[in-house]
């Protein structure tokens, strides 16, 4: 079992920058493939961005170039930096830990049931 908390998000005006962080429970958490998704009101949750140890990103064309995604395996943290934020960025922004179990590819990371774990979310605002 693993639990996952994010935390960072907050009201910010567009232009602006933010961190989330999200800390998972658990001794394996290296061994996991950790996603970031979004869901804003109405809309179906989004991926943002996915990590797995050994150095694999992956993002969103939308995010390409303003986000970054990194993990730290002694901290059991995975990091999501967001610069020059815009008002489409609004969602509520989740962690997401896969084990791999279902197969691994560029296709199935951006997918929400490939995930086996996920967190409450945390909101982010962004002002114009």
């Known amino acids: 079992q693993v639990q996952l908390v994010e935390s960072g998000g907050g009201l910010v005006q567009a232009g602006s920058s933010l961190r989330l962080s999200c800390a998972a429970s658990?001794?394996?958490?290296?061994?996991?493939?950790m996603g970031w998704f979004r869901q804003a009101p109405g809309k179906e949750r989004e991926f943002v961005s996915a990590?797995?140890?050994?150095?694999?990103?992956y993002y969103a064309d939308s995010e390409k170039g303003r986000f970054t995604v990194s993990r730290d395996n002694a901290k059991n943290t995975v990091y999501l930096q967001m610069n020059s934020l815009k008002p489409e960025d609004a969602a509520v922004y989740y962690c997401a830990a896969g084990s791999g179990s279902k197969g691994f590819s560029r296709t199935t990371v951006t997918t929400v049931p490939w995930y086996d774990y996920w967190g409450q979310g945390t909101q982010v605002t962004v002002s114009s």
């Open positions: 990590t797995a140890s050994g150095g694999f990103t």
């Open positions: 658990g001794r394996t958490f290296s061994s996991f493939v």
